[in-house]
Structures are given as structure tokens and as C-alpha cells.
């Protein structure tokens, strides 16, 4: 059974840094056999998306909010997925979750909910004002 476990969240000031990640675990899988991607959902709205990621690393996506301030990468030897944030708003306030799905192309990325297969528990990022 695959596992996603996500750490690194907390409470950071506006205009601050947080980088939050994800390992995947259940042998024999590792993160380069997933496409990956990052969601988020604040209290009372959708999960939306962030950032993803293709399962080779070569191809990545961005939701516009983020672009120029979220970074996503996967570090394959060790399995884990991570999404660097710089220049936090308030806005960014929300539980974020890392999700996966195997595709047999490796360049292929998804950035809907509903595409994903495996989902994490969520990492809580809290920016204050």
C-alpha cells in the first residue's frame, strides 16, 4: 500500500519562507514512478491546486497565484517530493497535500483532484499577518 507522508508545515510571518515535503513509501514504488503534485484547501473553500510535477521531474506546472514564489521538486533518491514557498501571504493560509499517480509517460503531470490516486494526510501552513 502506498503512503504519502507530508511534514514540514507550521506557522510562518507574512513575507516569510517554508518548505514543506512529502516521502513516499510502500515498496516497491518509489517517487519516480509517480507524477506528483501539491493541492491545498483553506477552511471552508475547494481543494485547489498548486504545483505538479511529471515523474521523470522534467515538467512542471504552476497554479498563477504561485508562480515566481512556490518551487516543486522531487528528490528521487530519497523518494520524497518537496514544495519550497517564499514570499508567503495570508492568502496562502491552508492544509496543503501532496498527491500522486502513476503514468506510464514520464513527462505527463496532472493538476486536478480528481486525476490523483494517492493522497497524503495534509501539512497545516499557517502565515500570519
Known amino acids: 500500500q502506498v503512503q504519502l507522508i507530508e511534514s514540514g508545515g507550521g506557522t510562518v510571518p507574512a513575507g516569510g519562507s517554508l518548505k514543506v515535503s512529502c516521502v513516499v513509501s510502500?515498496?516497491?514504488?518509489?517517487?519516480?514512478?509517480?507524477?506528483m503534485s501539491w493541492f491545498r484547501q483553506a477552511p471552508g473553500l475547494e481543494r485547489e491546486f498548486v504545483a505538479a510535477i511529471s515523474r521523470s521531474g522534467s515538467d512542471t506546472d504552476y497554479a498563477d497565484s504561485v508562480k515566481g514564489r512556490f518551487t516543486i521538486s522531487k528528490d528521487i533518491a530519497e523518494n520524497t517530493l518537496s514544495l519550497q514557498m517564499s514570499s508567503l501571504a495570508p492568502e496562502d493560509t491552508a492544509v496543503y497535500y501532496c498527491a500522486a499517480r502513476r503514468y506510464y509517460d514520464s513527462t505527463v503531470y496532472f493538476t486536478q483532484t480528481s486525476e490523483a490516486t494517492y493522497w497524503g494526510q495534509g501539512t497545516q501552513v499557517t502565515v500570519s499577518s
Open positions: 510502500g515498496p516497491p514504488y518509489s517517487s519516480n514512478s509517480y507524477a
